[in-house]
């Protein structure tokens, strides 16, 4: 029976991630691209300047590098460890290319999502900021687009509560844990009819009861833990595939080569219609936004709860997030796994696969090799689960018109979510993931290429501007 689902899944995710989707993802951001003038380009020094220089003046619930570290907590996690491993396993090393091709289109796809959460959100009476794709479709679109606003409501809950937000998080965590500390199974208990070891049991327990104790506290206290968590552990990363990076260094000219030739000729490895450019193209691009968001819709809710007063500077804020998630992060995470070979090892997957890259190619001994990235893995898909537990519930909100008693009830069930995603098995995890990735996606580039016009007026009129001032 669960083999049958599982097939009814993956047959599913390759539908809804065909062609079209793929398509529309990237003539989106080729779009926005050249109105914005490369904008991803020409101002992404002034982006990174503006990241760490709060405003001060307009509304808001967090600073604007709340906002965006409450977005990176969401996209920083399983994307950038297993997601690459997953893509680069099933596509080939061509998949990491299409990947940084998507996020450097992506980039202002992504700026034009933080600029328009904050030129059509609203502050209710309380001095609660509402915004997101669900505003910026009703309030840029109009009313009769309010159907559209739903429809991308409803799939980004079902995205928080069953993709990115709770069950491949838990379950990469719950896969690394036990993998360091229990490999062989030696210690397992019998649940739902398969035997589990009790590292995942205590993992599930522990994470559940970490991630209540954040998300009662909504979106002050996501900011502040993950103000605190995610420059930390992006630091620590970035710094671990450095070193893998500068002693394999001979090996990566050739690494660069694999993966710019697999991009265009597909992987032998995986033979027929796997190893394509198509597929190749297919895992790039769909793990690429499930790790970096870039069309997705969700940065946006985020951006919305900035102080600020000015839409293009926070889109300017909004668009480092897919620079260091996916053109540096997961650059990293390729890179390695492909000087390793890892990708290659049939018996490997997901986590699995990016662990063995770094205890290849770290100069450390396995068992440290192993244990660094597991902290940096459980404390990212950590911070990813709170961040998705915010955009979930501000899309119930805005589905059940601010029922406060609908946004509580999502909150008990993200909870329970995550303490049931360990038993889940790794492929359906991901397909899941995939396909309400994709329903979440459609309506919201709908609205971008919609309201193309409205970001390009906008950032003529704010670098104007700032030229002047000067």
Not at 379 to 384: I, R, S
């Amino acid at each position: 029976m669960l083999d049958q689902i599982n097939q009814i899944i993956t047959v599913v995710q390759g539908a809804v991630w065909g062609l079209p989707l793929i398509i529309l993802i990237l003539f989106t951001g080729f779009l926005l691209t050249v109105r914005l003038g490369l904008l991803q380009v020409r101002h992404l020094g002034k982006a990174f300047k503006f990241m760490v220089k709060n405003e001060e003046e307009g509304h808001g619930e967090v600073s604007s590098f709340g906002a965006l570290c409450t977005a990176l907590s969401a996209t920083i996690g399983t994307g950038n460890i297993a997601g690459v491993a997953t893509a680069l396993a099933a596509g080939g090393p061509g998949a990491l290319f299409w990947m940084i091709v998507a996020a450097f289109l992506g980039m202002a796809t992504k700026y034009a999502e933080g600029l328009l959460a904050i030129k059509y959100r609203t502050v209710d009476e309380n001095g609660h900021v509402l915004g997101g794709p669900f505003y910026y479709i009703e309030n840029g679109m109009g009313r009769n687009w309010r159907w559209l606003a739903k429809i991308f409501a409803f799939f980004g809950a079902c995205v928080g509560l069953f993709g990115i937000g709770t069950f491949t998080q838990v379950n990469s965590i719950a896969s690394a844990v036990t993998n360091f500390f229990d490999p062989d199974a030696v210690n397992t208990v019998l649940i739902f009819g398969r035997s589990y070891s009790w590292s995942t049991v205590i993992t599930c327990v522990i994470l559940t009861f970490c991630v209540g104790l954040v998300v009662i506290g909504g979106i002050r206290r996501i900011a502040k833990v993950s103000e605190i968590v995610v420059p930390f552990m992006a630091v620590l990363y970035i710094l671990l595939g450095l070193i893998i990076i500068i002693t394999n260094i001979e090996a990566v000219p050739g690494a660069i080569v694999t993966i710019v030739k697999s991009a265009f000729t597909g992987s032998a490895l995986a033979g027929g219609a796997m190893g394509s450019m198509v597929s190749a193209m297919q895992q790039g691009i769909a793990r690429g936004i499930f790790s970096n968001e870039s069309g997705l819709g969700s940065a946006p809710i985020a951006a919305a709860a900035a102080v600020t007063k000015e839409p293009a500077r926070q889109g300017l804020v909004s668009m480092t997030g897919t620079f260091i998630d996916t053109i540096i992060v997961c650059t990293m995470t390729g890179i390695s796994v492909v000087i390793a070979g890892s990708w290659m090892n049939p018996d490997l997957e997901g986590v699995e696969i990016t662990m063995d890259a770094f205890r290849k190619g770290l100069p450390f001994p396995p068992a440290a090799a192993s244990f660094a990235l597991m902290i940096c893995l459980v404390f990212f898909a950590f911070t990813t689960i709170l961040g998705w537990n915010y955009y979930g519930e501000r899309c119930v909100e805005y589905l059940f018109n601010r029922r406060t008693s609908a946004v509580k009830s999502y909150r008990w069930l993200y909870i329970l979510a995550v303490f049931i995603g360990p038993y889940m098995t790794v492929a359906a995890v991901w397909n899941i993931a995939d396909i309400f990735n994709a329903l979440m996606a459609f309506p919201n580039l709908v609205a971008l290429l919609a309201l193309n016009g409205v970001v390009t007026k906008e950032s003529k009129d704010y670098f104007a501007r700032l030229k002047a001032k000067k």
